[in-house]
């Protein structure tokens, strides 16, 4: 999965959301070069204005087909406040490809929605993944991301009335830096300006069965090394044990279809939820 931020002259900022699916969720299309139906890799930048461009690729021959589109017919659906989904979970878990899922889904029912990803600022990202910093220097960098993260992006998108995906929140700090040896209630300390999100998915996933998935990689990072994983998933479960009204837990195990129909079920249930408050 690749997922990358683009901004463009005029400084909007695009969602650009590589996803590489299986048969059971992308179908096959016909490619005029190799004269045969194949399985293409798909990419969708979803940009603020609520359009999607969906591109298709040929593993052999490149692009092949291009489609722009509309999510949503008139007006889009807005939620008063708004609502800020987090997908958290292992690295492996696939919430890069989940969120681009939601995201296609909430946009063809009506909805308004913004797709983000922690870490956020490239230049703060390189310094995390590069260096082998002190654990107490790596919650300061993520805090100041997700800071500029939400003043720029999120908090504005929710004041719209929009549903906000993001992968990754501050939840991710509480369960990988706390497994650097970080006390959590420093982690809430330095992210105390930071708006927690309305609801958790916690895509859980056995760490043996997320290195399979992180062997297809060209390269690792220092965060996704076994050992370290055994302790962040411990974590992450834990913070949904103590936190039950805010997460809720899925067996990221499976397929992507099968991890997909439970995100989307649970997503459904809290969308009815609040218009019945509503009402």
Same mark, same amino acid.
């Given at each position: 999965?690749?997922?990358?931020?683009?901004?463009?002259?005029?400084?909007?900022?695009?969602?650009?959301?590589?996803?590489?699916?299986?048969?059971?969720?992308?179908?096959?299309?016909?490619?005029?070069?190799?004269?045969?139906?194949?399985?293409?890799?798909?990419?969708?930048?979803?940009?603020?204005?609520?359009?999607?461009?969906?591109?298709?690729?040929?593993?052999?021959?490149?692009?092949?087909?291009?489609?722009?589109?509309?999510?949503?017919?008139?007006?889009?659906?807005?939620?008063?406040?708004?609502?800020?989904?987090?997908?958290?979970?292992?690295?492996?878990?696939?919430?890069?490809?989940?969120?681009?899922?939601?995201?296609?889904?909430?946009?063809?029912?009506?909805?308004?929605?913004?797709?983000?990803?922690?870490?956020?600022?490239?230049?703060?990202?390189? =310094? @995390?993944?590069?260096?082998?910093?002190?654990? &107490?220097?790596?919650?300061? +960098?993520?805090?100041?991301?997700?800071? %500029? *993260? $939400?003043?720029?992006?999120?908090?504005?998108?929710?004041?719209?009335?929009?549903?906000?995906?993001?992968?990754?929140?501050?939840?991710?700090?509480?369960?990988?830096?706390?497994?650097?040896?970080?006390?959590?209630?420093?982690?809430?300390?330095?992210?105390?300006?930071?708006?927690?999100?309305?609801?958790?998915?916690?895509?859980?996933?056995?760490?043996?069965?997320?290195?399979?998935?992180?062997?297809?990689?060209?390269?690792?990072?220092?965060?996704?090394?076994?050992?370290?994983?055994?302790?962040?998933?411990?974590?992450?479960?834990?913070?949904?044990?103590?936190?039950?009204?805010?997460?809720? =837990? @899925?067996?990221?195990?499976?397929?992507?279809? &099968?991890?997909?129909?439970? +995100?989307?079920?649970?997503?459904?249930? %809290? *969308? $009815?939820?609040?218009?019945?408050?509503?009402?």
């Amino acid at each position: 999965i690749l997922h990358n931020i683009v901004i463009q002259e005029n400084y909007k900022i695009e969602v650009v959301i590589t996803s590489y699916m299986n048969q059971s969720v992308g179908e096959k299309i016909f490619c005029p070069h190799c004269g045969d139906y194949i399985t293409p890799k798909i990419e969708r930048t979803a940009t603020p204005t609520g359009e999607l461009i969906i591109e298709y690729y040929c593993p052999r021959h490149g692009l092949i087909k291009t489609e722009k589109k509309k999510n949503y017919g008139g007006n889009p659906v807005k939620i008063p406040g708004g609502l800020y989904i987090a997908l958290e979970g292992i690295d492996g878990s696939g919430k890069t490809t989940q969120a681009s899922l939601l995201y296609e889904y909430l946009t063809n029912k009506g909805y308004s929605v913004i797709v983000v990803r922690e870490p956020w600022v490239q230049a703060i990202k390189e =310094v @995390l993944y590069k260096y082998n910093l002190d654990v &107490e220097a790596e919650v300061y +960098l993520f805090a100041a991301d997700r800071i %500029i *993260l $939400q003043r720029e992006i999120v908090l504005p998108a929710l004041s719209e009335g929009k549903i906000v995906i993001s992968d990754r929140t501050l939840y991710a700090s509480l369960a990988y830096q706390s497994s650097r040896g970080a006390d959590q209630d420093f982690i809430r300390r330095v992210n105390k300006f930071v708006k927690p999100p309305d609801i958790v998915f916690l895509l859980d996933i056995p760490v043996e069965k997320a290195m399979e998935r992180l062997r297809n990689r060209s390269s690792l990072t220092r965060f996704e090394d076994p050992t370290y994983m055994y302790r962040v998933r411990e974590k992450y479960l834990k913070l949904a044990e103590e936190e039950k009204d805010k997460f809720i =837990v @899925l067996d990221a195990s499976g397929t992507i279809e &099968e991890v997909y129909t439970q +995100l989307v079920d649970k997503v459904e249930e %809290i *969308l $009815q939820n609040l218009k019945a408050n509503k009402t």
